[in-house]
């Protein structure tokens, strides 16, 4: 039920499931198997987003933002053997908050729509998203600032995220993050990616732009507040 939650969720905000579902799974398995299951259940999350939103994709803006994103993402999940992600995972929090909230309070305004933003977002968003699970509000907020419609956004992202995931889990799958026993979780994840995306695309149609941005950063600060509540507890 939580991962489904994750993914309606992360469907409404263009971030994908993980912005969720990294925190949650977090009290049920320990780090690294978190990070081998969310991998694993984005890749279907994303396909049935492809599916349903294929006719919004940006391809400019996700080969851009995206291939940057892949070749980032690869390098942050092998450095995860070697460095602690804990200071890693609250510093990220930490800066999606004041990055949202600088949106929030300047909401007319943009940043920077160059080529320079797409590419250092998608690397900035691929090693968070090796490292710690999670980079898609990094992604989230770079697309936000081209203040792209909400079908496009989300198409959009999806994409960029399959490229990601895939390469992210064939790293994690190597590493053992994984395991057979997990294997079983699988057919569940299909499922709740498929019924979850669709539940999140009919909540979409009946949502404005404006309503779509608030969403976008409102899940950002909520996110990033639990994330650093839940350190703290432990």
């Not at 294929?54 to 291939?67: M, S």
């Not at 004041?98 to 998608?122: C, E, H, M, W």
């Not at 064939?170 to 498929?194: D, E, K, M, T």
Request: with cysteine; hydrophobic share 55%; net charge positive.
């Amino acid at each position: 039920m939580l991962g489904l939650l994750s993914e309606i969720v992360g469907t409404i905000s263009g971030f994908g499931s993980s912005i969720l579902f990294v925190p949650i799974a977090s009290f049920f398995f320990d780090f690294k198997t978190v990070l081998g299951v969310t991998a694993v259940f984005h890749v279907f999350s994303n396909l049935s987003k492809i599916v349903l939103f294929k006719k919004g994709i940006n391809r400019r803006i996700a080969f851009r933002l995206g291939i940057p994103a892949v070749l980032c993402v690869i390098i942050g999940a092998w450095l995860t053997t070697f460095i602690p992600t804990k200071p890693l995972e609250l510093l990220m929090d930490i800066v999606l908050i004041v990055l949202a909230i600088f949106l929030l309070v300047n909401r007319n305004k943009v940043l920077n729509q160059s080529d320079t933003s797409l590419y250092a977002g998608g690397a900035v968003s691929g090693m968070l998203a090796g490292l710690v699970g999670t980079g898609g509000a990094i992604r989230g907020l770079t697309l936000a600032a081209f203040n792209l419609p909400k079908e496009i956004f989300v198409a959009t992202s999806a994409l960029i995220d399959l490229g990601v995931d895939v390469s992210r889990s064939l790293v994690y799958i190597g590493n053992g993050y994984f395991l057979r026993q997990q294997i079983a979780l699988i057919p569940f994840l299909i499922g709740i990616s498929i019924l979850g995306s669709f539940i999140g695309k009919q909540i979409l149609r009946h949502s404005t732009e404006k309503t779509f941005r608030y969403l976008v950063l409102g899940t950002i600060l909520l996110t990033s507040f639990f994330q650093i509540f839940r350190d703290f507890i432990h």
